[in-house]
């Protein structure tokens, strides 16, 4: 009996234990829907995002603060400029075509391509009666719940514009309120406009709401609204169907804040490059195709084998040739992780290869281009995006079988339009 009575109290006393704990947590955080154990780095970056989100809270938001970034030269200033530029418009493509050969098309005309000293721009020109228009549009919904949403912050630039994608579209769907810190990458590097809290209210709790797969698209996303309750978004929602819902508003926050500059210095390559070609003569205008390869030179080998794989030199050079048979005078331009690769692997007549060593920067040049042939990874998918083109994607990746392939899924992940192909 008295062994019994001991097994009791002991019982009682870790039960008051574990229910003071669960009490503690649930003040702050209530998780909601399944949870998935992050691994280690999740949690740190997590960690890392509750703490933001508390120094939110009590100090004043300085949004023009952009402290000691390390990519600091390039987001400091606010430059809104006219940049319109006529751009080709996408076709629409049967997939099934590309399945065997690539067939001949007839190639565009004059009319219907890009003039030389019009390149395409990764931006909309913005009056100020248009931004007028879009806060008083995007005002119609913000705040009208009194509910708010926020994304953690997880990965690099490419991850985290769909982190804030995902998050605007779903707060629209929900007629909750988005809540980009001050002191966000995203905000730093894009021109996001200033309606969008940069902080949460005093007193608001979060719960967390987790993606089921990494690129698959979460349909319990269209109803949180109605637990009643601010959300925090967990973790990637990589999906263009989360924001397909309001690509207009974005097409305007994801402006570049140095887009003065990045023309300036996009445009000086180009001439360049035509000029040392020989094209920058002749009458016919020119059409860019922009080329990201990433072959994950960052990435060990355990992580090559959870499915990271990366394209070879035959599937770019295929969808080089689809390219040709659809477009005259074409100038490619290169950008990778592994420049020497490229040079050895991906070879054509008319090729540059990308000559700045800024991330943002390349990436607005990777979107300055009329259409794109995208290997792996989020940098590829937004320059695609941002281009707004043709798109022709690896379609091998990932490798199947991998733990990053059973979280996939193509459908969710690649919009309809882009073009799957092989190597």
């Known amino acids: 009996m008295a062994t019994a009575a001991k097994i009791v109290r002991f019982l009682v006393f870790f039960g008051a234990i574990g229910l003071t704990v669960l009490v503690w947590y649930s003040d702050t955080f209530i998780r909601v829907g399944n949870f998935h154990p992050p691994d280690m780095k999740t949690r740190e970056s997590l960690m890392k995002t509750e703490t933001a989100l508390v120094t939110a809270r009590e100090e004043k938001p300085t949004p023009r603060h952009w402290g000691s970034d390390t990519t600091q030269s390039h987001l400091q200033g606010n430059i809104s400029m006219s940049n319109k530029f006529p751009i080709t418009s996408p076709r629409s493509l049967d997939r099934r075509d590309l399945a065997s050969e690539i067939k001949l098309n007839t190639l ?16 909309r020109s913005v009056s100020p009666d248009m931004e007028a228009a879009l806060e008083k549009r995007s005002k119609s919904w913000i705040n009208s719940t009194g509910l708010f949403i926020m994304t953690g912050v997880f990965g690099r630039t490419g991850n985290r514009m769909f982190e804030y994608a995902s998050m605007y579209g779903i707060a629209k769907r929900n007629n909750m309120t988005p809540v980009l810190l001050a002191n966000a990458e995203v905000r730093r590097v894009f021109q996001i406009p200033d309606y969008i809290p940069h902080s949460l209210p005093p007193g608001v709790k979060l719960v967390k709401f987790h993606e089921k797969k990494y690129a698959f698209y979460d349909n319990r996303t269209e109803t949180l609204c109605k637990k009643g309750q601010s959300v925090q978004l967990l973790y990637y929602l990589q999906s263009w169907k989360y924001f397909h819902n309001v690509e207009d508003d974005l097409k305007q926050h994801f402006r570049f804040r140095k887009e003065a500059e990045f023309r300036r210095e996009i445009k000086a390559f180009f001439d360049n490059a035509l000029l040392e070609l020989g094209m920058n003569n002749k009458r016919e205008e020119v059409t860019y195709i922009g080329i990201h390869a990433r072959n994950w030179k960052d990435l060990r080998t355990n992580t090559l084998e959870r499915g990271y794989n990366v394209a ?83 379609k091998d990746w990932p490798k199947p079988g991998t733990h990053l392939w059973w979280r996939t899924n193509h459908e969710d992940y690649f919009p309809p339009k882009w073009i799957g192909m092989s190597g």
């Open 312 to 394: 070879p030199s035959s599937y770019y050079t295929k969808a080089m040739r689809y390219f040709e048979n659809i477009y005259k005078n074409i100038l490619f331009i290169v950008l990778s992780d592994d420049m020497s690769w490229c040079k050895e692997n991906i070879q054509h007549p008319r090729i540059r290869y990308n000559p700045f060593n800024d991330p943002i920067l390349s990436l607005a040049l990777l979107g300055s281009c009329n259409h794109t042939i995208i290997s792996v990874g989020t940098f590829s998918w937004w320059g695609a995006w941002l281009a707004g083109g043709d798109v022709v994607y690896y």
């Open 108 to 123: 565009k005309t004059k009319t219907e391509s890009v003039k030389t000293e019009n390149m395409h721009e990764a931006h």
